[in-house]
């Protein structure tokens, strides 16, 4: 929704606003003291440039969505390493049956279902690696998890409000790079979890 017409970079909007995101991810990657904490933002690092290379370049449907997909499960189990290293606590067989289920659903979202459905199921994965963890992590990082859970819900609002009211909305105002709002949205999730585990 905001491409340029006979533009060198496909999305100039998202672009920038996905550059200003690999920058503040980048800030507290090399203020990272751990190798767990380091993987985990490098994760999101190469995510967020995957994802700026998308919109800079459009890339085949399949090899954007296959590839970003991917860098989702890579980061999910980042972040599982971090908090494992941190709190030295194994997940419960239970807890990985049902992800197991989850990853399940999510595959099959990804065959056969809307983008914002395999995009939910990513996200509940993240999000239950997250409160599993919740009551070892300190105060400052259950805040900050509270934080992280309202912004993934805001990404996900936003990214439905495209998929239905796109239209409505270009003829409202067609020259506003609607996209960028997402961008801004996952600019404000990074920062805050950047910002929360740099430290772990």
Known sequence: ???????????PWSVLFNAISCAVILFFLVQTRTWHAFILLGTILAFEGFHLASHWVHLS????????????????LAIGWA???HTRRLPSRGFIAYLLVLVGCD???LANLPV?????????????????Y??????????????????????IAL???????????????PHFPYHVL???????????????FYRL
């Open 1 to 11: 929704m905001n491409r340029a017409p006979d533009a060198t970079i496909a999305q």
């Open 61 to 76: 449907g399949a090899f954007q969505t296959n590839g970003i997909h991917a860098l989702t499960y890579v980061i999910n």
């Open 83 to 85: 908090f494992y290293r």
């Open 107 to 109: 595959l099959y979202a």
């Open 116 to 132: 914002v459905v395999y995009i939910a199921t990513q996200a509940l994965i993240f999000l239950s690696v997250l409160m599993y």
């Open 134 to 155: 919740y009551t070892w992590l300190p105060v400052s990082l259950q805040n900050g998890i509270v934080t992280i859970a309202l912004l993934i819900f805001l990404v």
């Open 159 to 173: 990214i439905l409000n495209e998929m239905y009211h796109c239209t409505a909305m270009l003829d409202i105002y």
């Open 182 to 196: 997402i961008e801004i949205a996952g600019l404000a999730l990074f920062y805050v979890i950047c910002r929360n």
